[in-house]
């Protein structure tokens, strides 16, 4: 398993997460530009990518969710609560999942669990 930040701060986070054959990048505050820029950093474009994972609707992780979910059709997983706040327009595969429960992408077991934040649903 392999683990990278594209970026972590005010103005934007994205960590890309990579086992086997299976990319995923958790949160994309970056503009679609800014996203594709650091990828391709790390030799890795929007096409290698399996799924998208929203930790929370704050601007700073989810401004470049929906741009780049779209330009490159990946799914995004994230909670109810936080997919109705976050503006990611329409998209061709939208997962809601359970804090309580965990999820597979590919060759990642996901756990998810709720935390305390000043967000809808974290």
């Not at 986070?13 to 996203?35: H, P, R, Y």
């Not at 059709?73 to 809601?96: D, E, H, I, M």
Request: charged letters at 20%.
């Amino acid at each position: 398993m392999r683990f990278a930040s594209l970026g972590s701060g005010s103005k934007g986070n994205a960590t890309i997460v990579n086992a086997g054959d299976t990319c995923i990048v958790i949160d994309c505050g970056f503009t679609l530009k800014e996203t594709e820029r650091r990828l391709q950093r790390l030799d890795l474009s929007g096409h290698q990518l399996d799924g998208i994972l929203l930790s929370h609707e704050h601007g700073d992780h989810a401004k470049g969710v929906g741009p780049l979910a779209r330009k490159y059709n990946v799914p995004v997983w994230t909670t109810r609560g936080t997919g109705q706040r976050a503006v990611l327009g329409k998209l061709s595969c939208l997962n809601y999942i359970d804090v309580h429960e965990g999820f597979t992408i590919g060759e990642l077991n996901i756990e998810s669990y709720p935390v305390p934040h000043d967000a809808r649903e974290p």
